[in-house]
């Protein structure tokens, strides 16, 4: 077949062709999007058919945009405040204004939840530079869009392997500061950790400096309790600040008066510190918190999930999944 018969036997199609073709290919391969917002309609849709971003928004063919990641578990929706507090400061990095204020924002998440009309979900919050070229320059933008996408939940790992994670250290090279800071739509580093996580059969997977101190996995933050029984969260700014690995810095407070932990630090934390630690924590949204309990195939401390994960992981999910000052009730 010569190019000018393959092209030849490429139909233009009309819209309504066009997503029918669309709705059938969702068919094929379900969607796990159960609604959208978009600022360029105004409003949501609950048709994976329809759920679409504009081809020239720089977000598609750049990354350019900002997003945050937010559970609602049983008709809560947790820690809203951090998760916007942080997409302002993303958004703040890379120059971008958001068209909505927080507030504006916190009501269109909620009637998004809402629409979906499921208790346990999560949430993204994407702001993008918008449409506008197919060039790399913002100012070619004349407006910031929104979409909100609320999408089905997967059952966090300690509730499906409840023996505890195996966790590696990645090759892939970390990310410079700045970027590294923000919770940006350029996530190729963060996927490739993720791919390289699931090709060696890990549960999960660290970045390492050049110099061998322990950064983040590509959506989550990691922790230790090291031999003196101090909680060491890792001093970098070559990782986001995780809104989960926050919670549960301040609920250690509680096992430092008590006197289960001895206290809490951030500093660097060295390749050699984590595989000596007493034990291992990762957090983040989707996976609330996990107990590491091997490395490299070697034991963490007793090889399975220790005193401090127990507690930590109880309060936790008592204040994600129980009522509690920190959940944003839907009210479906
Ligand atoms: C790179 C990165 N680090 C850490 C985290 C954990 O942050 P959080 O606890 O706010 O989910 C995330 C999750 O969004 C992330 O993308």
Redesign the pocket.
């Known amino acids: 077949m010569n190019a000018q018969t393959s092209t030849r036997s490429i139909p233009t199609l009309s819209r309504e062709t066009w997503l029918e073709q669309v709705r059938r290919h969702r068919e094929a391969v379900p969607s796990p999007c159960l609604a959208m917002f978009s600022s360029i309609t105004g409003g949501i849709t609950c048709d994976p058919t329809l759920m679409q971003v504009p081809v020239d928004d720089h977000l598609v063919h750049r990354g350019d945009g900002v997003f945050?990641?937010l559970k609602c578990a049983t008709g809560g929706i947790y820690n809203l405040d951090?998760?916007l507090d942080?997409l302002s400061v993303s958004a703040l990095g890379i120059g971008l204004q958001s068209q909505y204020s927080a507030a504006t924002l916190k009501e269109l998440i909620i009637a998004t939840v809402r629409a979906a009309g499921q208790p346990t979900i999560l949430i993204r919050v994407l702001l993008s530079r918008g449409p506008g070229s197919m060039g790399v320059n913002p100012h070619d933008c004349p407006s910031a869009e929104t979409y909100i996408i609320v999408s089905t939940a997967a059952t966090p790992f300690m509730e499906k392997q409840p023996g505890g994670a195996h966790l590696g250290f990645s090759q892939v090279p970390p990310k410079p500061f700045p970027f590294s800071a923000l919770?940006h739509c350029n996530?190729l580093p963060?996927a490739m950790m993720a791919k390289e996580s699931t090709d060696r059969g890990l549960d999960f997977i660290v970045g390492l400096t050049p110099d061998g101190n322990v950064l983040?996995?590509?959506?989550?933050?990691v922790a230790c309790v090291d031999p003196d029984g101090y909680l060491i969260a890792p001093e970098s700014n070559q990782?986001?600040?995780?809104?989960?690995?926050?919670r549960v810095t301040v609920l250690a407070g509680d096992l430092v008066r008590n006197g289960s932990l001895q206290g809490i630090r951030q500093e660097l934390i060295s390749k050699e510190q984590l595989m000596a630690a007493q034990e291992v924590l990762i957090?983040?949204?989707?996976h609330d918190l996990v107990a590491v309990t091997r490395i490299d195939n070697q034991p963490v401390g007793s090889g399975t999930p220790g005193s401090a994960y127990k507690a930590l992981s109880q309060a936790l999910r008592a204040e994600i999944y129980q009522p509690s000052p920190l959940r944003t009730d839907v009210h479906f």
Request: aromatic share 4%; hydrophobic share 20%; glycine share 12%.
């Open positions: 945050e990641t951090a998760h942080r919770k996530y963060n983040e996995g590509p959506t989550e933050n990782i986001l600040a995780g809104t989960t690995l926050e957090s983040g949204t989707s």
